[in-house]
């Protein structure tokens, strides 16, 4: 059973670097897949981030292109989001997910993880 | 661009009863080369992640009950749950898949 958990901070100031890893279980994600970062504002409706590909092929949303990177360290089956000077907009849930369709970022997403809240605040 | 707009925004339905949710995209997200729409389906109960339920506008996820159903092609699609069980009370999202970036409806919250 393919399981995805996130982590890091819960907490971030205006202007930092907000910092996620997803740790991925029950399957490798050097086999294949995109993996994607989602979020959804409290209260709010999702909103896709952007997904890597095991070869380091990535594909962001273009709103947030220039503040987002997405990378992968495939030794510890992890994939990982940067969303650099973040501000009070970027509170939300941070969910990872995997893509179902193998070899292509246009897919529906059928493994979620749980999702970590994240708040910008001072 | 591909913009997905749900609707209605919420709707009560009595146990036992049909829920219908519609969902409307911007532009196509049919292929003809492949005969398929690009449009899934969520559910998402509170304090839980989203959970697929329909892909291809129509294919059921391994495990979904089968009162659970998705219709439509090009840019009009529909998520109807034939009769309502309690544990159907929840937001329901589409997503179109047709190209990036990847898009979702605003949601459909079902009540009793």
């Known amino acids: 059973q393919v399981q995805l958990q996130e982590s890091g901070p819960g907490l971030v100031k205006p202007s930092e670097t907000l910092s996620l890893s997803c740790t991925v279980s029950?399957?490798?994600?050097?086999?294949?897949?995109?993996w994607g970062w989602i979020r959804q504002p409290p209260g709010k409706g999702l909103e896709w981030i952007g997904s890597?590909?095991?070869?380091?092929?990535?594909y962001y949303n273009p709103p947030l292109r220039s503040r987002v990177t997405i990378s992968v360290d495939t030794s510890k089956n992890q994939f990982s989001l940067k969303l650099r000077s973040v501000t009070a907009a970027d509170t939300a849930i941070y969910y990872c997910?995997?893509?179902?369709?193998?070899?292509?970022?246009?897919?529906?997403?059928?493994?979620w993880g749980q999702g970590t809240l994240v708040t910008v605040s001072s | 661009d591909i913009v997905m707009t749900q609707s209605p925004n919420s709707l009560a339905v009595s146990l036992g009863e049909r829920a219908t949710i519609n969902c409307k995209s911007s532009?196509?997200?049919?292929?003809?080369?492949?005969?398929?729409?690009?449009l899934g389906w969520y559910q998402q109960k509170p304090g839980q992640p989203p959970k697929l339920l329909i892909y291809?506008?129509?294919t059921r996820e391994s495990g979904v009950p089968d009162r659970f159903s998705g219709s439509g092609s090009g840019t009009d699609f529909t998520l109807t749950i034939s009769s309502l069980q309690a544990e159907d009370v929840a937001v329901y999202y589409c997503?179109?898949?047709?190209?990036?970036?990847?898009?979702f409806g605003g949601g459909t919250k079902v009540e009793i």
């Open positions: 997910a995997r893509g179902a369709r193998d070899v292509t970022v246009a897919t529906f997403f059928d493994y």
């Open positions: 890597l590909y095991h070869s380091g092929t990535t």
């Open positions: 532009q196509t997200v049919f292929y003809s080369s492949n005969n398929r729409n690009f």
């Open positions: 997503q179109q898949y047709y190209s990036t970036p990847l898009t």
């Open positions: 291809w506008a129509s």
């Open positions: 029950g399957y490798s994600i050097s086999s294949g897949y995109y």
